[in-house]
């Protein structure tokens, strides 16, 4: 069965860095693609970034662009975000998720159980 394990969340003031990591495990998997979406307290999951499998194609929500970076890491079973300039309001649940090269959160089949991001003003 396939599992994806998320780490790196923290807490981090206002205009720091974190990068996140997420680690697909348990078979042989060839993903259209895999993503990150995060949800903050009383609000729904939302997409951040996502990646093709090959990596040649990355897309960001445009409430990141330009301070998050997704990639995929040289075992291919890894994907990483890197956050730069964080924001207050990009405190949220961080979710990895694959299976999927869309923003849509229902299109992913396989999902992590989400790392906390914390950013104080």
């Known amino acids: 069965q396939i599992q994806l394990v998320e780490s790196g969340g923290g807490l981090v003031q206002d205009g720091g860095s974190l990068r996140l990591s997420c680690a697909a495990s348990?078979?042989?998997?060839?993903?259209?693609?895999m993503g990150w979406f995060r949800q903050a307290p009383g609000k729904g999951r939302e997409f951040v970034a996502g990646?093709?499998?090959?990596?040649?194609?990355?897309y960001y929500a445009d409430s990141v662009k330009g301070r998050f970076t997704i990639s995929r890491g040289n075992a291919k079973n890894t994907v990483y975000l890197q956050m730069n300039s964080l924001k207050p309001e990009d405190t949220a649940v961080y979710y990895c998720?694959?299976?999927?090269?869309?923003?849509?959160?229902?299109?992913?089949?396989?999902w992590g159980q989400g790392t906390q991001v914390t950013v104080s003003s």
């Open positions: 998720a694959a299976g999927a090269s869309t923003t849509v959160a229902g299109d992913y089949n396989y």
């Open positions: 348990g078979g042989s998997f060839s993903f259209n693609g």
């Open positions: 990646t093709t499998w090959t990596a040649r194609t990355t």
